[in-house]
């Protein structure tokens, strides 16, 4: 599933490709993955590309033709398990999400649900394997309505330990459920909380109320650090069949020092680590080094 680091990383990939280009064709070819009218983008354009939480956000432009100017702002994008977004021109096929052939095949392909064309005839793909993703044609109120459902981004910089501290002071859940819910801080994917607890010498199973304020300290600047070295690496790719495809994969995955490590040495104290179910997700951690 791609997390916040592939997320932001696919959004500096594309800003510089697609910004300022007339939309001239959209093509819907699986209804389910886009909400609204596809055809009020014609003529539109995206003037930036930022990213919340880890859905992307295409800003769009007025058009030029008033009497055809809808009222629309925001193209949402949200890959959730196996999304993609590839751009492809004459010369260059960029993007990420979820690794699969499409990232090296001919498009569209039978996962592709949405083509957007430009004007310079260049395509933008969205391919979603199983439909879980979606596009989102968006008015100002309706983006900060889904917005509202999320926390601050872990790498938002006027995000404070104050407010971890206090949004979790009175909840005995897990610390590694905690951070990965999404209502307190977006961002903290699966591979990240296991990654960040590690680095704070964290328990995963510990209360998130039981932590002490220079505990939380650490774990806050460990998230913001694995956060911000996967964003530089490119994000996470797993796939041994597309890790090295230019373009699209990330180099996080070298760099794991408890995830997917199961029963292996810990780089710290050599003992194993162990994996363990926690929420429902597969959770890693070296017994010695975190309490």
């Known amino acids: 599933m791609p997390e916040l680091p592939e997320v932001e990383t696919i959004k ?3 800003v510089n490709l697609v910004v300022g280009k007339p939309i001239v064709n959209i093509q819907v070819l699986r209804d389910k993955s886009f909400r609204g009218d596809p055809d009020k983008l014609i003529g ?36 959730k398990m196996t999304g993609q977004l590839i751009y492809v021109d004459e010369n260059t096929k960029v993007g990420g999400g979820h ?3 499409d990232w090296v095949n001919d498009l569209p392909s039978k996962h592709t649900r949405v083509i957007i064309q430009f004007v310079d005839k260049s395509n933008l793909f969205f391919n979603d394997m199983r439909v879980f993703g979606w596009v989102w044609l968006m008015d100002k109120d309706l983006v900060e309505q889904e917005f509202s459902k999320y926390g601050p981004d872990i790498n938002d910089p006027s995000l404070g330990l104050a407010y971890l501290i206090a949004s979790l002071k009175n909840r005995r859940i ?6 990965m819910d999404n209502k307190v801080i977006a961002g903290v994917g699966n ?7 590690f680095v704070a010498g964290v328990h995963p199973q510990r209360p998130a109320n039981s932590l002490r304020e220079e505990e939380m300290s650490k ?11 996967s964003i530089k690496l ?16 990330g180099g996080f995955q070298n760099e794991l020092q408890v995830y997917g490590q199961n029963n292996k040495q810990c780089p710290n104290c050599g003992s ?5 179910k926690l929420g429902g997700r597969g959770t890693f951690f070296c017994e010695r080094c975190q309490s």
């Open 12 to 14: 500096n990939r594309l």
């Open 99 to 101: 690794p699969t052939a």
């Open 219 to 229: 774990l806050f600047i460990a998230m913001q650090k694995v956060i911000d070295r």
């Open 272 to 276: 194993l680590i162990k994996r363990i």
């Open 44 to 79: 539109l354009q995206f003037i930036k590309v930022t990213r919340r939480a880890k859905i992307i956000n295409f800003h769009l432009a007025q058009n030029i033709d008033q009497s055809k100017n809808f009222g629309l702002s925001n193209l949402l994008i949200h890959l």
């Open 191 to 197: 591979i990240y909380a296991s990654e960040a607890l």
């Open 174 to 179: 897990p610390i590694k459920q905690a951070i």
């Open 234 to 249: 490119g994000g996470t790719t797993f796939d041994g069949k597309y890790v090295g495809v230019d373009g699209f994969a």
